[in-house]
C-alpha cells in the first residue's frame, strides 16, 4: 500500500466519483483503486487526497454489510480497509495534528474552538474504528459463523463510521482547508509537505524492518 505521493501528479478518477456511495466491491483482477495521488500539489489538496481514500475505504466497509454472509471478496476487501485504516488512515491524524494544527495555533489563534472540536472528532473516531478493525479481522478469517456475525455487525457499524467520518471530513474541507490555503505562509507549507514525507519515508522503513524480521 503507498502510503506517500511519491507518484505521478495526475488523477485518474474524478474526487466527486470516489465520493460516491456505491462501487463494486474488488473482484478477481485489478481491483478498483483510489486516484493517484498528488505529486505536486498543496497541503490542503494532499489530505483531500487522504479524505478520498478515507471515504473510498468507509463505503466499502459499507457494501461488505449489504451482502447475506460473506460476499465475494470479502476477505480480500476486509483485509485491504483493515490494512488501511491500521497503516495509512493514522499517518493522515499525525498529519493533522503534529503538523497542521500546532502551526494555525500559533497563526490564527482565534481557530481554536474549530480545532478544539475536530480534536474531539478524532477522538471520537478513535473509540469506533477499532471495533470496524475487530470485524474486518473476524471476515478475513473466512470461517463461515464468524463471517455472518461480523456481516451483521457491520450493517449498523458501518453505517455509523462513516456517518462520523463523512461528518469530520466535510468540517475539515469546509473549515481547516481553507486556513491551511490562506493563513498558512508558503515557510509553513513547504515544512509540512517535508514533514508529510518524512513520516511516510519512516512508516516505510519499519515496515520493512518489521517484514524482515518476520
Ligand atoms: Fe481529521
Ligand atoms: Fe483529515
Known amino acids: 500500500m503507498s502510503l506517500g505521493w511519491d507518484g505521478p501528479c495526475k488523477r485518474g478518477v474524478a474526487l466527486s466519483d470516489v465520493r460516491m456511495n456505491r462501487r463494486p466491491l474488488p473482484q478477481h483482477g485489478k481491483p478498483w483503486e483510489p486516484p493517484a495521488p498528488h505529486a505536486c500539489a498543496c497541503v490542503a489538496d494532499m489530505l483531500g487526497d487522504c479524505h478520498a481514500r478515507i ?22 476487501a476486509a483485509a485491504r480497509i483493515r490494512r488501511y485504516f491500521t497503516e495509512a488512515y493514522p499517518l493522515h491524524v499525525a498529519d493533522e495534528h503534529d503538523s497542521i494544527l500546532p502551526r494555525l495555533r500559533t497563526r490564527v489563534p482565534d481557530c481554536e474552538p474549530l480545532l478544539t472540536r475536530l480534536e474531539n472528532e478524532h477522538r471520537c473516531l478513535d473509540t469506533k ?23 451483521a455487525k457491520l450493517r449498523s457499524l458501518g453505517e455509523c463510521v462513516q456517518t462520523l467520518l463523512d461528518a469530520h471530513l466535510t468540517n475539515e474541507e469546509s473549515h481547516l482547508f481553507p486556513l491551511i490555503r490562506e493563513r498558512l505562509t508558503p515557510e509553513d507549507r513547504d515544512a509540512i509537505r517535508d514533514e508529510f514525507r518524512a513520516r511516510r519515508e519512516l512508516a516505510m522503513a519499519a515496515s520493512h524492518s518489521q517484514q524482515n524480521e518476520d
Not at 129 to 151: R, T
Open 55 to 76: 471515504r473510498y475505504f468507509a463505503s466499502l466497509a459499507l457494501r461488505l454489510a449489504e451482502g447475506e454472509a460473506c460476499p465475494v471478496d470479502a476477505r480480500e
Open 129 to 151: 474504528l477499532p471495533e470496524l478493525l475487530a470485524v474486518c479481522e473476524k471476515l478475513e478469517s473466512g470461517a463461515e459463523e464468524e463471517c455472518a456475525a461480523a456481516v
